[in-house]
């Protein structure tokens, strides 16, 4: 027990205040300086950007990783490849956020108009007969584009902990409804999503906590070029940019502490319930 | 019934999409590996069982291997450097017109001499005064290059461009790291979860606060702290240790979380058992929890394997960028910067940094879909 309190107090909770605490002092951590750094982040059109991304990410992530969760996690539990399909769609969950960097930049790849295409997205667009674009240099929508890998890396998660959810529901309950003629579509959405409920608030905020500090992936592709900035690089590029500036990095730090704050509470509310149960 | 069919083939059929949308790009990756790394550069790797046309440029022999044969002044050789599998389709002598012939076919230069290519790259020149050249003739050549997949790329990056100590260095860091938060979080939760003490609640309750508290509020605090025990030591602040014990901290919540979990689930009439017996707090952990804990532990440590092993952040903050210490991820996103148009490289290093994951993944899915499952619940 002591080591483990003895760890726990040296790297998260001494850090934790010791974050706050830089906050208000300048880039050496020696002189106090009040609430300019916060004054400069609201002010800082990079900082701007950032936040603007991290809802941006927050909204689209998450939502689309539990729906295409759960219909992947439904069809196939229709099929009799379900199996071996769930193990190709889960194995990303492997994959380093900078190796799926690697690939998924191989499939952006684009070479001039005219060229034979090596990056397959290009290739497919050429052979139908449109422009070949540099897909991550796209202001704004190059946002979508590393999105889609968070999702194409989350998506088995979800997936996975929604299958064991519908493998739960009472098959008594799902037969009395198709006998009184319920069509599937029916049972859907009337009885399973209810059903799951809480299962995808606890996919939705464990993948919502992941997205808040996406890092590897934005650093790994444009390093926040072309309007693609997040908070967790933005801090890393604040922390080592000219010797380091440990009052403009831990503000940023504490805006992305912010984020969690909601989850932290509910969750204690749950921890609570459970233990007067 | 006609209906039901219907929706089964759509099942099949958007699954079968879906699947396909997922595995294609780890797929591409995989091929390209394995491709020569002048076809990777020209051309997409779904033609890497096809046969391609690629232009080169070659140099002809220089003057001084001619010889003299019945008054002719002669030059052989080979352009396409006797690869068998390679066929020459179009040639030219001049960039301006470089498909100007169809191999096999006899071309008269300009200063009179003959030049004869074949389609499998052997020439025969002939001129009836000698050769003077000192550089060779430019010889514009349109070649078909049949398929060819090769191990050579790995060889490249796992011996020189240093991917094999990385993966050591990454071994290095993995296994230290996931092996201590998993003992000590054992003691924690088996205390958390059977041992009555003073402010036992408080401190599970600050433990899952501390489950969702972003790694970058540490990252600050904690370099200084390394910066200024290694300055008072006189040793470099990023070493191994600092990142085992940095790796440790940071997945610890997590660790006590789910072994408490699973601690407290099992049955508690053993524990009382064994207490009524005499037995030690210490011989209950160790004769009872830890052999029942085997399955939670097999979970639990592959998700902190898995983890460490993927991790960039930390490992860019604790470890430096020296050869000996730079692991698989962070010489990766190195790479992808210093050879971003080398594909070769690139795809094939990360497929040597997936490698383990892959088959850890593979072979131990059960466990680790087990733990991904219960680290969920964290919320």
């Not at chain 2, 069919?5 to 390209?32: D, E, N, R, Y």
């Not at chain 2, 790259?121 to 000192?134: I, L, N, P, Q, V």
Request: hydrophobic share 50%; proline share 4%; with cysteine.
């Amino acid at each position: 027990m002591a080591p483990a309190l003895i760890i726990l107090l040296v790297y998260l909770i001494y850090p934790v205040s010791e974050t706050i605490r830089l906050s208000f002092f300048d880039n050496y951590g020696r002189e106090f300086t009040g609430v300019s750094n916060y004054v400069w982040a609201l002010n800082d059109s990079d900082f701007r950007q950032s936040i603007l991304n991290n809802f941006l990410w927050l909204i689209v992530v998450p939502t689309t990783c539990t729906f295409l969760g759960l219909t992947i996690a439904t069809l196939a539990d229709r099929v009799w490849w379900g199996v071996f399909a769930k193990t190709l769609i889960f194995m990303p969950m492997a994959i380093s956020f900078v190796g799926a960097s690697v690939i998924w930049k191989f499939v952006y790849e684009y070479r001039g108009a005219g060229n034979d295409q090596i990056g397959i997205l290009n290739a497919i667009i050429v052979y139908f007969g449109g422009d070949p674009h540099a897909w991550i240099a796209i202001p704004f929508w190059n946002n979508f584009f590393l999105m889609v890998i968070m999702i194409w890396i989350q998506t088995g998660l979800a997936m996975v902990i929604f299958s064991a959810a519908l493998r739960a529901i009472p098959e008594e309950t799902l037969e009395a409804a198709r006998i009184d003629g319920a069509s599937e579509v029916r049972i859907f959405f009337y009885i399973i999503i209810p059903f799951l409920s809480e299962t995808i608030v606890v996919i939705w905020t464990t993948i919502t906590i992941l997205v808040l500090k996406v890092f590897d992936i934005v650093l790994a592709m444009t390093n926040g070029q072309w309007g693609t900035e997040v908070l967790a690089n933005l801090m890393f590029d604040w922390m080592f940019r000219g010797g380091g500036d440990s009052g403009r990095g831990s503000t940023i730090a504490l805006f992305i502490m912010l984020g969690v704050i909601p989850i932290m509470i509910w969750n204690l509310r749950r921890f609570k319930m459970e233990q007067e149960r | 019934m006609k209906h039901l069919s219907f929706g089964k083939f759509l099942a099949h059929f958007f699954l079968l999409i879906i699947v396909f949308i997922w595995v294609i790009p780890t797929f591409g990756l995989l091929i390209s590996s394995l491709r020569d790394k002048d076809q990777v550069a020209l051309t997409g790797w779904w033609t890497a069982l096809k046969h391609n046309e690629f232009n080169e440029i070659v140099r002809t022999e220089k003057s001084t291997v001619q010889f003299e044969e019945n008054g002719v002044f002669v030059i052989t050789g080979n352009l396409l450097k006797n690869s068998s599998s390679k066929s020459v389709i179009n040639f030219g002598i001049t960039s301006k017109n470089p498909k100007a012939f169809k191999a096999p076919s006899k071309v008269t230069m300009k200063n009179g001499s003959t030049f004869y290519l074949q389609k499998d790259g052997s020439y025969r020149w002939t001129s009836d005064k000698a050769f003077k050249h000192k550089k060779g003739k430019r010889v514009f050549l349109t070649v078909n290059t049949p398929p060819s997949l090769t191990l050579e790329n790995y060889k490249e990056v796992l011996v020189f461009r240093g991917l094999g100590q990385s993966f050591i260095n990454s071994l290095t860091v993995a296994v230290p790291s996931t092996i201590i938060p998993l003992i000590i979080g054992a003691f924690a939760a088996y205390a958390l979860s059977w041992m009555n003490f003073y402010g036992r609640d408080l401190i599970f309750a600050t433990i899952v606060c501390l489950l969702v508290v972003p790694l970058q509020m540490s990252l600050i605090p904690i370099l200084t702290v390394y910066n200024q025990i290694g300055s008072f030591f006189g040793v470099s602040a990023k070493s191994y240790v600092g990142i085992w014990l940095a790796h440790t901290g940071f997945g610890l919540p997590l660790k006590i979380f789910l072994l408490r979990n699973f601690i407290k689930s099992l049955p508690h009439e053993m524990f009382e058992a064994a207490r009524v017996d005499g037995a030690s707090h210490y011989q209950i952990f160790m004769k009872i929890i830890l052999p029942l804990s085997i399955p939670a532990f097999a979970s639990i440590g592959i998700l902190q394997f898995l983890w460490v092993w993927n991790d960039l952040l930390v490992a860019l903050v604790f470890l430096d960028k020296m050869p000996s210490e730079i692991v698989l991820t962070s010489r990766l996103r190195e790479m992808l910067g210093e050879f971003s148009q080398n594909w070769e490289i690139l795809t094939t290093s990360a497929f040597v940094s997936m490698i383990v994951p892959l088959f850890v993944f593979l072979s131990l899915q059960r466990y680790f879909i087990r733990g991904l499952v219960a680290g969920s619940v964290k919320g």
